[in-house]
């Protein structure tokens, strides 16, 4: 019976330590995905286990058991894990190496404690059960050890190594022939307890040896990651500096973990006292120098953070930017700047993530886009660009209402008060405008100058107080002024046709058509009115 609960115990731990040991090599390799794996690896081990069980009957067993170990793990490192033969081969001796020496201390301390042979316990079946679960369950206890004090990235190192060291491998296999050896020697000797304490202290030398030359591999294995990180760091530093050299205002690299500023330039200032200070004191004296408009504050203060640039890191991004508009507070010049943050990982330490950050002058690229897309005479919104601002609030199902403006008798004063008080009438227009529809709406309205003396409004209402017809009659009356010279006078006022967006406009070119019709209305019934389009009025195509 008690040799029956042995032989139980033992089948328990034996699967138990080969559950640990693949635990622990799926830290070292990446298991190969296959369906039928799990299934066939059981088969496998379960057979092992019984020829374990089988081999207690061996007096050999001291010696077959490590090579039974070695033959099996190899099995299933091969079928079941990716990963260079050395390093498996490495890998399996590792297991060996560890099974050797637990087996010989605790045999030794066995054979102290009962004052017998090793070869007497070998031929005693429960006394060798009971040390082969004494192995078993110390076995266990340094796996668990070293999967929980070990970090899961220095498995990976170990793995790396090992790809790469043959080295390794020959110490692994001068320490299995000395350890087999001695456990030889010892399995033959009589008992003497100076021979058992050699024995020992012969195996702790050779662990010792072996656990130093991991540490080792790990140390070596770091520096050369920390070096390669270094050398990319300086490569992408040098490239960051070449191609952002003109036109940077400031280039930094932070450490957001710890607000602190690693490395840091700039074309137009001297800023090498703020090496290894706190980011936040840099931002805050940015703040002091630079009055930030108050359209972009808000959003400055939030994305300029290292607690938002975190938090970035954190949902998957690596990197975003944006624009803000600023004024200098000892020259009050006007400028508009760009933020370019880039984040990555800190390989080199744990957990902790920096952040590339380029602040550049982009005045010049902003007044090329003005100019582009702006009335030179007025500076409103030029007619394809106004097109293409009304289409894209159609499209995200803003309810507007499109106003077109037409100037009456523009001619008459081009022909008869010259092209200069023409001019004087557009701009007067055009403020006119901008004064009457901005306070309305809830976005920014669009208006632009669509034509020589045409103009258009778009208004997303700001409450449901708005007045359609309210807005068209004090526009006309604003609109309608008189201009003279030393000869002539000229009276003008507006036409005005307006559209609502419905449930059936889809786009500028249909609304367009309806405010035209409208507009086409004032101007066919003696002009300075408006006209809001309604189904009776025919579309002029």
Known sequence: MNFLLYVIILITLIFLTKSMLFKLTSKLLQ??????????????NLFNVFLIIYLFLSPYAFILLPFLLFCFYMINLILFYCGHIYTKISIALFAVINFLFVDVFILVIVSTMKNCTVLDILTNPEL????????????????IILMG??????????????????I??????????????????????????????????????WLVVLYAAIYIMIYLEKNKEHSLYLQNSLKLNNMLHKTFADDREVFLQIDCTTDEIILITSSKWNLTNYMCTHYSQLMTNFLIYNHIHSDYIDDFLKLTTTEHMLNTFFYGQNKYNFEFQVTEQNTAKHKWLKMDVFLEADESISEHTL???????????KELQFQAERDQLTSLYNKSITAHLINQRIQQKQKGILFMIDCDYFKQVNDTLGHDVGDKVIVDIANTISNIFAPYSKEETIIGRVGGDEFMAFVVPNNNKFNISEIAEKACSQLSQTYSNSVSTVSTSASIGIAEVNESIASFSELYLLADAALYES???????????????????
């Open 149 to 166: 004090l070990v970090p899961s990235s220095y498995f990976k190192k170990i793995g790396q190594s090992l790809d790469n060291s043959s």
């Open 523 to 541: 101007k066919n019934n003696g002009r300075n009115q408006f006209t809001i389009y309604n189904s009776s009025l025919n579309l002029h195509i």
């Open 355 to 365: 952040a590339v950050i380029i602040m550049s002058d982009i005045t010049k690229d």
């Open 128 to 143: 060798h059960m009971l040390c082969y679960a004494l192995l078993l369950i110390t076995l266990n206890v340094i796996f």
């Open 31 to 44: 298991t190969r995905n296959n369906k039928y794996s799990s299934r066939f690896k059981n088969r496998i």
């Open 168 to 205: 390794f491998l020959l110490l692994e296999l001068l320490m299995i022939v000395v350890m087999l050896s001695n456990s030889w020697s010892c399995y033959m000797e009589n008992f003497s307890d100076n021979i058992m304490i050699q024995r020992v202290i012969h195996c702790v030398f």
